[in-house]
Structures are given as C-alpha cells and as structure tokens.
C-alpha cells in the first residue's frame, strides 16, 4: 500500500511539472502576442494561474514524500532517533487532520461548482470545477502520503540526516 501511495504522489508530481511547463509556454507566448504582434488573448492569464495552483496542490504529496518542505533541523537533528521518530509522526499527523479536513471541504466546494454551473468571471467563462478539482485531489493524495510517511516510520524504516525515510 505505502509503495502505491507513493507512486501516487509521483503521478502527481509529474502531472505538476507537465502543468509547470504548460504554464511557461503559455506565458512565452503571452509575451510574444502582447509585445511582438501587438495581440491579447485574455484567457492565457486566467489558465496560468489554474496551473500554477494546481500544480502547487498536486505536487505537494511528492514533496512531503521527499521531505523536500523547508524545515528548520536545528531541533530535530539534535534529539535522539526515538524522539525525531515521534516528532515526525506529531508532524504528519497534524498535517493528514488538515489536508483530510480540506480534502472533505474542498469535494464539496468542487461538488457544488459542478451542480450549479459555476463559471469564471473572464469573458470565456472557465467551467470552475475544472480548477477546482486540484483542491480534493491535491490534499487527498497529501493525506494518503502522511499515512505512507506515518507507516513508514513506525515500521522502523532508516531517517535521513534531514530526518526523511
């Protein structure tokens, strides 16, 4: 299971980068119809900040599964392997309540987006459970990989110096 979770996690990293790299070429080309062919096209704006939170969202069950957050280690390094177990276990914890309570708040948002039709206000009206939809899918994937993290390190499994597993 934890192995699954965690190709999850890498799933939706990849689909992060992929969104990262859609974003830059929209912004590229953005810049080249605004100042080389004197031309708008005002949904690019609106399509890139889609990216960017989602690709935010998505990507950061693959970041907590590299323990690539930032992290002051000052601390934790100092305490014995017992006690940065169980401070990482605290951690992980805390953090699955939040990205489960907003998992649950967010299905609903994006439900109710889907139900009443909601669109963006731009003049191309973005169906908005499209966005959206990152929300429960980003903090759920971000719950599952706690629980991997949790099981991993109450299996015993070697913390790095940065207190990963």
Not at 37 to 43: E, G, K, R
Not at 93 to 98: D, G, L, M, S
């Amino acid at each position: 299971m934890i192995t699954f979770i965690e190709r999850l996690s890498l799933l939706g990293a990849i689909v992060a980068a992929a969104l990262l790299g859609i974003a830059i070429c929209i912004v590229c080309q953005m810049v080249w119809l605004r100042y080389v062919l004197v031309a708008s096209a005002p949904w690019q704006t609106e399509v890139v900040t889609f990216s960017l939170v989602a690709a935010t969202l998505l990507g950061s069950a693959y970041v907590l599964k590299e323990r690539g957050h930032v992290a002051v280690g000052i601390v934790t390094n100092a305490m014995p392997d017992p006690v940065k177990r169980g401070m990482l276990i605290l951690s992980d914890a805390v953090v699955f309540a939040f990205a489960a309570l907003m998992t649950w708040k967010s299905a609903e948002l994006t439900w109710e987006a889907w139900d009443g039709g909601w669109t963006s206000d731009s003049i191309y009206e973005f169906a908005m459970w499209i966005p959206y939809s990152a929300m429960p899918i980003g903090f759920g994937l971000l719950a599952l990989q706690c629980l991997a993290c949790i099981a991993r390190i109450r299996r015993g499994d070697p913390l790095t110096s940065a207190g990963a597993h």
